[in-house]
């Protein structure tokens, strides 16, 4: 099992930049497609972006293409979220989730991923 912890939430105003960070502990997660997720107030979670285990492919849903960027470092156990450019519309908590399985390719559903850490809030001001 392999255990997810988010950091680098916050409060920011809109145009600002933050980048969330996902420390990966338990089993290696070399193999495993990682991805974030977010849960706006009253809506359901959704896909943000997911990173392929060798940290080349990268899928991301459109409203955060060319403003967000996902990276992964194993060797260090980390994944991050470079977020620029955010918008009030980025306003949620922020979830980084591990694959069930070794995947060789990138996915955008949920049911894919078997591991998800606690969630880091961030809020953006208009």
């Known amino acids: 099992q392999v255990q997810l912890v988010e950091s680098g939430g916050g409060l920011v105003q809109a145009g600002a930049s933050l980048r969330l960070s996902c420390t990966v502990s338990g089993r290696t997660f070399r193999s495993y497609v990682m991805g974030w997720f977010r849960q706006a107030p009253g809506k359901e979670r959704e896909f943000v972006v997911s990173?392929?285990?060798?940290?080349?492919?990268?899928y991301y849903t459109d409203s955060v293409k060319g403003r967000f960027t996902i990276s992964r470092d194993d060797a260090k156990g980390m994944l991050y979220l470079q977020r620029n450019s955010l918008k009030p519309e980025d306003t949620a908590i922020y979830y980084c989730?591990?694959?069930?399985?070794?995947?060789?390719?990138?996915?955008?559903?949920?049911?894919?991923?078997?591991?998800w850490g606690q969630g880091t809030q961030v809020t953006v001001s208009s």
């Open positions: 989730a591990a694959s069930r399985l070794p995947l060789d390719r990138v996915t955008p559903r949920e049911a894919d991923y078997g591991s």
């Open positions: 990173i392929d285990w060798i940290g080349v492919s990268t």
